[in-house]
């Protein structure tokens, strides 16, 4: 009886232990028990950019196991690492010290999947020809740090069969996280495949980091996050890629120049800058991605062949300063909202393309965004020549350089192409964008695809210039287009169905100004003015005659203050122009380059000029008010 009594009460010291402890988890909290988390392990699911181990580019390397690599082989001092066939074999947790020269062979990582690892790249230099010259094949994580002022190299040349059947594809190869971080260098060449892999999480917070790859120079599958490094990568498919259907690109802080065959940032899922610098060349996108791009802060500059942004859903802008060169189009998704930053972007075709998130190509003699319905402006049934300098004969039609054929584009004349029609007549089809690839139809995605698509300006300082397409809106929306702050600046050369400003106004879009600055100058041929539900007011003013590149236009109020001034880089026809001080009732003086029209704004927002725009719900004026100032020629003026 005696042992069963002691059983019973050591089974009641189990239970009163276990809740004690039980409690103890629930509120251990609000005892002032501190919970040891560690972020580094694969398990944990926190959200952390960066653990403190990723940041700790300076660890203390007393104690750690010495690898001097010699050649074909290596001297290992210290315990957990070994030399076999050519190859260094790290197969325990702990700290590791690189240096030397290894010709033709791997450094090696097998230890368990709990394994914590710490490499510490001291001027080493590893070179293989059958596979990976750093092969993470198993460990929780793994820190290679680049030791101060070290210059450490790592070469793939080729890769033997057994490596790419079992998915080795980098020069740095790692099935499991990997961090790379310190202060030193580390430059890879990867002729054969791509640079840096991580299977999992791949983190670059700190050193100088140049890769050369014959595919994507950093690949990651789960995410890929980067804070004060110095990034150098060139190329032939991908500059950055992250392909995971749930994968992120996160950049804190740092540096970042890409040259790409492809994509210069390429994600599965998303995309957040949050700092840094960074310089991309693609010859497609500059960045592209799935999901949402998001740029909060930084400086971009963004050189493509096609898009300079591209997102299959949403990109939002709310800081920073971007800047396009040159693009095919300049930012492109199903919906665009900026809130802040500084965006410059000089396209080929659209600056801001809000159409559902597919590319498109458009034809010759049709307009890049929607059909034109009510409200809008109508084709004339001339089009001057010499549109760019201002200079013309009233009647005369615009005809294509010498050698140029405007025939049937590739592939011939989409279905709804109406050969009698005038230009603008004819609602527009979705054709192929560059590479040939087909486009959803605007009309479909505006009126009832099931994707809303819009672009929605409230704050920041957008600036698109293109002055050479003939076929080109600055802003182009296939839904609605809303200014509620910001300031927007629009130049298309004055040549074809070059629209300013453009939303699907035939299916459902809008486009509405409550705040912000606007000057946007194009084509008259299809322009297009702010809605009457607008609650700013806007002025639409059409120019036949046309006004040459460099004219500054200015809009001052009845007492002679300028309220809005601003040189205009292209030709054009067309002005819309909108401030936060123009009120209705009130009369305003509209100046172009020697001219002037005195306006009283009877309306919200309505047209003016002496080119009729249909169906715009304003007055329409035939330029009986506009008077010749004195003007000062300039040296370089052309349309005298």
């Not at 820190?143 to 079992?166: I, Q, V």
């Not at 310190?182 to 670059?204: K, Q, R, W």
């Not at 900026?338 to 003699?365: K, V």
């Not at 010749?628 to 020629?633: A, D, I, L, M």
Request: aromatic share 4%.
């Amino acid at each position: 009886m005696s042992t069963h009594r002691h059983f019973d009460a050591i089974c009641v010291a189990v239970l009163i232990v276990t809740l004690l402890i039980t409690l103890l988890f629930m509120n251990g909290e609000a005892l002032g028990i501190r919970v040891i988390v560690d972020e580094d392990s694969e398990a944990h699911s926190g959200e952390t950019w960066f653990t403190a181990n990723d940041r700790n580019g300076a660890w203390d390397s007393t104690g750690a196991t010495q690898i001097t690599l010699s050649g074909s082989s290596a001297e290992v001092s210290g315990g957990g690492a070994y030399v076999l066939d050519g190859d260094v074999v790290i197969s325990a947790a702990g700290k590791y010290v690189l240096s030397g020269s290894l010709q033709d062979g791997s450094v090696i990582i097998d230890a368990d999947q709990s394994a914590k690892i710490w490499i510490l790249l001291n001027s080493a230099d590893i070179s293989c020809s059958d596979g990976p010259c750093l092969d993470v094949e198993q460990a929780d994580k793994v820190f290679l740090t680049l030791a101060e002022g070290s210059e450490n190299r790592m070469t793939a040349t080729a890769f033997s069969a057994a490596a790419t059947e079992s998915g080795k594809d980098g020069a740095l190869f790692s099935r499991d996280d990997l961090t790379i971080n310190g202060s030193g260098s580390l430059t890879v060449s990867s002729p054969a495949a791509h640079g840096v892999v991580g299977n999992d999480e791949l983190v670059i917070a700190g050193g100088t980091l140049t890769v050369d790859a014959a595919m994507d120079a950093l690949h990651a599958n789960d995410s890929l996050h980067i804070a004060d490094a110095a990034l150098n990568l060139t190329a032939g498919d991908d500059g950055l890629a992250v392909t995971g259907e749930a994968s992120s690109f996160y950049l804190e802080s740092g540096k970042i120049t890409v040259t790409a065959t492809d994509k210069g940032i390429n994600a599965g899922n998303s995309i957040l800058i949050a700092g840094g610098e960074v310089t991309l060349e693609a010859e497609d996108d500059g960045l592209s991605a799935v999901g949402n791009i998001s740029i909060q802060a930084g400086e971009l500059t963004v050189t493509a062949g096609d898009d300079g942004l591209h997102s299959d859903t949403s990109i939002s802008i709310s800081g920073g300063t971007l800047l396009m060169p040159s693009c095919y189009e300049g930012i492109e998704a199903k919906t665009i909202d900026i809130s802040g930053g500084n965006i410059t972007i000089y396209p080929q075709d659209d600056g801001l393309n809000a159409n559902g998130g597919s590319d498109s190509f458009q034809f010759g003699g049709m307009h890049g965004g929607m059909g034109r319905g009510a409200g809008q402006g109508s084709v004339p049934p001339e089009m001057p020549e010499n549109m760019e300098s201002g200079n013309f004969t009233e009647g005369e039609r615009p005809q294509p350089p010498e050698g140029m054929d405007l025939g049937t584009p590739p592939g011939g004349m989409p279905e709804s192409a109406d050969a009698g029609m005038a230009p603008g007549e004819a609602s527009e089809t979705a054709g192929q964008n560059a590479a040939g690839t087909a486009a959803e139809s605007s009309a479909d995605n505006a009126s009832g695809s099931g994707d809303e698509t819009w672009i929605h300006i409230s704050g920041g300082s957008v600036t698109v210039i293109n002055d050479s397409a003939r076929d080109a809106d600055g802003l182009d929306s296939n839904g609605d287009l809303i200014i509620s702050g910001g300031t927007v600046r629009v130049s298309l050369v004055n040549s074809g169905s070059n629209s300013a400003l453009d939303c699907a106004s035939e299916n459902g879009g809008v486009m509405r100004i409550s705040g912000g600055t606007v000057v946007a100058c194009g084509s008259y041929s299809m322009a297009e003015g702010f809605d009457s539900s607008s609650t700013q007011c806007a002025i639409l003013y059409n120019i036949k005659r046309g006004v040459a590149a460099g004219r500054t236009v200015r809009l001052e109020d009845s007492e002679g203050n300028v309220l809005i001034s601003y040189e205009v880089p292209c030709s054009f026809s067309s002005l819309i122009i909108s401030c936060p001080e123009m009120v209705q009732g009130e009369t305003y003086t509209v100046v172009i380059g020697d001219t002037a029209e005195e306006i009283t704004l009877e309306e919200v927002s309505a047209s003016y000029g002496d080119v009729q725009s249909e169906g715009f719900g304003g007055r329409m004026n035939w330029g009986e008010g506009m008077q010749f100032r004195p003007h000062t020629p300039r040296i370089d003026d052309s349309d005298s």
